[in-house]
């Protein structure tokens, strides 16, 4: 498996269960596309949510029955704690093209990653399904640890266009980025004031 990151714009999302898990699965799409949740019962995590509901009873269901509910979506989320329904719905994903996610069941061909994200930046992170506790151990560890990421992109960026104009050497304006990024004393005044930090990274690198 590679991960990829994907625009989702205009194209339809599937959660099939609404429990915890279905709820958490949805949000992770909510502001992405047009999500539909299908189920039986709808937990209280899904109000608020931005998606539609779909009362269903899904193993009352025809195969052709939920081959058209999955008609045009393009990727669908199996989040009932029955690994028969949900399995039920990766092989009919299969048939039809629709990439699948199993929350319990036999693996699809998507996995849900932990993500860090900035205004900057998009980690995200799995263990290929063998342990989701310690993707969301390492997601806690990343937030902790470069909670200014954000503020270091920011001057990485500011630094750069700088260096394009007055730095004639790549390897050089190069060495330079790496200079800051390895400044523990630029990292801790990113924290409070980033025109200190700028202040720093000018005087340290640039000026020398
Ligand atoms: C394969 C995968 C399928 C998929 O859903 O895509 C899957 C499967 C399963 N998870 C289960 C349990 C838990 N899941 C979490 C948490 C998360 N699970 C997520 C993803 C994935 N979970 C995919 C693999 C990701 C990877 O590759 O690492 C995260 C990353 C993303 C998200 O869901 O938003 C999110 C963390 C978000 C965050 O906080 O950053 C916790 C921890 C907690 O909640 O504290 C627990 C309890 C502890 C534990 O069991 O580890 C069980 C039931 C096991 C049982 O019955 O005992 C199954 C089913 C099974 O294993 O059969
Ligand atoms: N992939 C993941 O990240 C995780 C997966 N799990 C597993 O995911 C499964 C779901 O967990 P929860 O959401 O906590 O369970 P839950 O029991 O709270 O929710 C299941 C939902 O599926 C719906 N449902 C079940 N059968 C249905 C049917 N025949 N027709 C229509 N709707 C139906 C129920 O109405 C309910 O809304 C469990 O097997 C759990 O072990 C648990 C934790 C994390």
């Known amino acids: 498996m590679i991960p990829l990151m994907l625009d989702l714009t205009g194209r339809r999302v599937l959660i099939f269960g609404g429990g915890d898990v279905g709820a958490r699965k949805a949000a992770y799409f909510e502001h992405e596309t047009e999500v ?31 081959r058209g509910i999955l008609q045009g979506a393009f990727l669908a989320v199996a989040a009932t704690q029955d690994p028969v329904i949900n399995n039920r719905i990766g ?12 929350a319990a ?40 640890e470069y909670a200014d990421l954000d503020r270091m992109i920011d001057l990485q960026e500011e630094v750069r266009s700088m260096l394009k104009k007055t730095e004639p050497v790549q390897e050089e304006r190069s060495r330079i980025l790496w200079k800051i990024l390895s400044d523990d004393e630029i990292w801790e005044a990113l924290a409070s004031d980033y025109s200190r930090a700028r202040g720093l990274a000018i005087k340290r690198y640039l000026h020398a």
């Open 105 to 144: 069941g036999e693996p699809g061909d998507v996995i849900i990653p932990s993500i860090v994200r900035g205004s900057n930046y998009l980690v995200a992170i799995s263990t290929r399904g063998k342990s989701p506790a310690v993707s969301r151990y390492l997601r806690e560890k990343l937030e902790a």
């Open 36 to 66: 539909t949740v299908i189920s039986r019962s709808f937990s209280p995590d899904l109000e608020g949510l931005a998606v539609q509901r779909q009362e269903a009873d899904l193993s009352s269901l025809t195969d052709e029955a939920l």
């Open 91 to 102: 092989k009919l994903c299969a048939e039809m093209g629709v990439l699948f996610n199993n």
